[in-house]
T-cell receptor
Framework: GAGVSQSPSNKVTEKGKDVELRCDPI?????LYWYRQRLGQGLEFLIY????????KSGLPSDRFSAERTGESVSTLTIQRTQQEDSAVYLCASSPASSGGQETQYFGPGTRLLVL | GENVEQHPSTLSVQEGDSAVIKCTYSDSASNYFPWYKQELGKRPQLIIDIRSNVGEKKDQRIAVTLNKTAKHFSLHITETQPEDSAVYFC???????????FGQGTELSVKP
């Protein structure tokens, strides 16, 4: 079946503008995760959804970052008033489990965000 | 706090040699430890994982060992091939918050 998809694949924006990134998880997967990966760096946890609730938002870097999820499907990550340090690849992952990350997480291709 | 340390950050081996990557974690309650491979410009892909009820797991040329007492786990790749060249990430699942914490990655280069 289809894997995790993300859109757009690339986004170039000007400093101060808002951006919205989209993630479509694998159908039936209850858990959804957002990560940020700066160039040459590891995966930085941002937020985790179980269904449409977010038990853990502790990784969101600032109040400019927010995320929501509709039911057990699409999620959007919004970055307001973007800054140059927001430039990174934003990865989404989903897993089938109700117990969080103890099941395999399947990653999407990521959205490459460049803030000029 | 939640932390996963991964070493080395870069590793270069000759084709056919073995490669070992090591990770340590801080939460003794962690019970799930996956390893991901990320090729340049691609998404991370799970290559092997281990749960806390076993000490070792093997899949062809790849094996993972877990020492819960010492809170460390390792990835072993034998008979390395150029296509093994990638960045490898370890991760540990933290029950509190229900999330995976990733190591910083190891860039493996296998020279023909």
């Amino acid at each position: 079946g289809a894997g995790v998809s993300q859109s757009p694949s690339n986004k170039v924006t000007e400093k101060g503008k808002d951006v919205e990134l989209r993630c479509d998880p694998i159908s039936g997967h209850t858990a959804l995760y957002w990560y940020r990966q700066r160039l040459g760096q590891g995966l930085e946890f941002l937020i985790y959804f179980q269904g449409n609730s977010a038990p853990d938002k502790s990784g969101l870097p600032s109040d400019r970052f927010s995320a929501e999820r509709t039911g057990e499907s699409v999620s959007t990550l919004t970055i307001q008033r973007t800054q140059q340090e927001d430039s990174a690849v934003y990865l989404c992952a989903s897993s089938p489990a109700s117990s969080g990350g103890q099941e395999t997480q399947y990653f999407g291709p990521g959205t490459r965000l460049l803030v000029l | 706090g939640e932390n996963v340390e991964q070493h080395p950050s870069t590793l270069s081996v000759q084709e056919g040699d073995s490669a070992v990557i090591k990770c340590t974690y801080s939460d003794s309650a962690s019970n799930y430890f996956p390893w991901y491979k990320q090729e340049l410009g691609k998404r991370p892909q799970l290559i092997i994982d281990i749960r806390s009820n076993v000490g070792e797991k093997k899949d062809q040329r790849i094996a993972v060992t877990l020492n819960k007492t010492a809170k460390h786990f390792s990835l072993h790749i034998t008979e390395t091939q150029p296509e093994d060249s990638a960045v490898y990430f370890c991760a540990a699942f933290y029950n509190q918050g229900g999330k995976l914490i990733f190591g910083q990655g190891t860039e493996l280069s296998v020279k023909p």
